[in-house]
């Protein structure tokens, strides 16, 4: 998927598990997130690798667990979301993930969806587009506003 997909649905998962914090803060902060598991070309790593495993999001969300300054105690949890949501977009592609790196380097994808779908496939990547869109104004709109209790 796109970075921009890759942000944009970040964000409106965040903007479901965020709704009752008010703040549009986490929201960002997990749209950046969504795309970090992307820089892994940037700083010379093969890509899809590391990146894009269950232990980067583990060792991320960790690392913000422990150093986050006052104010920012759940930016953990939008680590968490944001890359577990590139890693879910990503598996819906043909070239998969590696969910398990450095254990195992076998990718894993969703197999009725992902035969057919590249990283750059503009219909993909205007649904989820679409969807995260569509999502993010409900949330703004108070329509999908939720109290499990």
Do not use: C
């Not at 998962?13 to 960002?28: K, T």
């Amino acid at each position: 998927m796109l970075k921009k997909t890759h942000a944009l649905f970040g964000m409106a998962i965040a903007s479901l598990v965020f709704r009752s914090l008010r703040s549009y803060e986490y929201i960002v902060m997990t749209g950046i997130f969504a795309v970090l598991s992307d820089l892994d070309t940037v700083i010379g790593l093969k890509h899809r690798d590391f990146t894009h495993s269950l232990s980067f999001t583990f060792l991320v969300s960790l690392m913000l667990y422990v150093a986050s300054p006052k104010g920012y105690e759940l930016a953990w949890l939008s680590a968490a979301i944001g890359i577990l949501s590139h890693l879910f977009l990503d598996s819906l592609t043909r070239g998969g993930v590696p969910l398990y790196h450095p254990l195992s380097k076998k990718r894993y994808s969703l197999p009725l969806v992902a035969k057919h779908v590249k990283y750059d496939s503009l219909t993909a990547n205007l649904f989820f587009i679409f969807i995260s869109v569509f999502l993010m104004v409900k949330m703004m709109q108070g329509v999908l506003i939720w109290n499990p209790t």
